[in-house]
Antibody, heavy 118, light 106 residues
Framework: EMQLVESGGGLVQPGGSLRLSCEAS????????MHWVRQAPGQGLVWVSL????????TYADSVRGRFTISRDNAKNTLYLDMHSLRSDDTAVYYC???????????WGHGTLVTVST | DIQLTQSPSSLSASVGDRVTVTCRAS??????VSWYQQKPGKPPRLLIY???ILQSGVPSRFTGSGSGTDFTLTITSLQPDDFATYYC?????????FGGGTKVEI
C-alpha cells in the first residue's frame, strides 16, 4: 500500500524551530516530486514547498522563503521540512503530498499539527 | 502567481440535488486543474485531474469541465457522503496554488 506518514509536529514558541518528516512507503519515492502543503485551523489549503525528483529544483511559497528548508533522503524514503523563525501564522496542519500519476496530488499523508504559541 | 477564485464559498443543498462549483483562474491555464474533496480532520482526496478526468475509484456522479480560465465541478446527484469542502488546484506552473474552497452543507 502506498503511504505517506508525517511526524515532528508539536507546540513551539514564536521564533523557535521544528523539523517535520514524511516517510514514504509502497512506491519508488526517489522517482517523484514531493510537496508540503499546510492548512491553518478552519482555513483552506496552501502550498508551502516542493522538491523535485532529480534534486535540482526546490521552491517555496513567499510566506516561508528564507525561513523553511525542504530536503529529502531517498535512501531513507523520507522528505523533511526544517522550519525556523516560526510565527503564529505558521500554525497549521502540515501535509506532505506526492504526484505519482501526473500533475495532481494523488497521495497525501494524514498531516501533522504545528502550533506556534507562547 | 496564478490566483484561483472559487464560487460560491459555501452552499446549502439536499440529497439528490445537482451541485455546481466554479473555479476561475487569473490567467489561462489550459486544463491543468484538479479538484479535491476534504472532510473535517482528513487529508484532501483527489477527485478529478486534467480538468475532466475522473480519478480511479471516484464515483461517476462527479464530473469536471472547462479549459482556459473557467472550470466547473459538478455533482450530478448529491449523496450524504458528499457533504464536504471542495478545492480546485492549478498545476500549470510547477508551484501549485489552490482555490479558497467551497463548503457544501446540508
Amino acid at each position: 500500500e502506498m503511504q505517506l506518514v508525517e511526524s515532528g509536529g508539536g507546540l513551539v514558541q514564536p521564533g523557535g524551530s521544528l523539523r517535520l518528516s514524511c516517510e514514504a512507503s509502497g512506491f519508488s519515492f526517489g522517482s517523484y516530486w514531493m510537496h508540503w502543503v499546510r492548512q491553518a485551523p478552519g482555513q483552506g489549503l496552501v502550498w508551502v514547498s516542493l522538491f523535485s525528483s532529480d534534486g535540482f529544483t526546490t521552491t517555496y511559497a513567499d510566506s516561508v522563503r528564507g525561513r523553511f528548508t525542504i530536503s529529502r533522503d531517498n535512501a531513507k524514503n523520507t522528505l523533511y521540512l526544517d522550519m525556523h523563525s516560526l510565527r503564529s501564522d505558521d500554525t497549521a496542519v502540515y501535509y506532505c503530498a506526492s504526484q505519482l500519476g501526473g500533475d495532481a496530488f494523488d497521495l497525501w499523508g494524514h498531516g501533522t499539527l504545528v502550533t506556534v504559541s507562547t | 502567481d496564478i490566483q484561483l477564485t472559487q464560487s460560491p464559498s459555501s452552499l446549502s443543498a439536499s440529497v439528490g440535488d445537482r451541485v455546481t462549483v466554479t473555479c476561475r483562474a487569473s490567467q489561462s491555464i489550459s486544463t491543468y486543474v484538479s479538484w479535491y474533496q476534504q472532510k473535517p480532520g482528513k487529508p484532501p482526496r483527489l477527485l478529478i485531474y486534467a480538468a475532466s478526468i475522473l480519478q480511479s475509484g471516484v464515483p461517476s456522479r462527479f464530473t469536471g469541465s472547462g479549459s482556459g480560465t473557467d472550470f466547473t465541478l459538478t455533482i450530478t446527484s448529491l449523496q450524504p457522503d458528499d457533504f464536504a469542502t471542495y478545492y480546485c488546484q492549478q498545476s500549470y506552473l510547477f508551484y501549485p496554488t489552490f482555490g479558497g474552497g467551497t463548503k457544501v452543507e446540508i
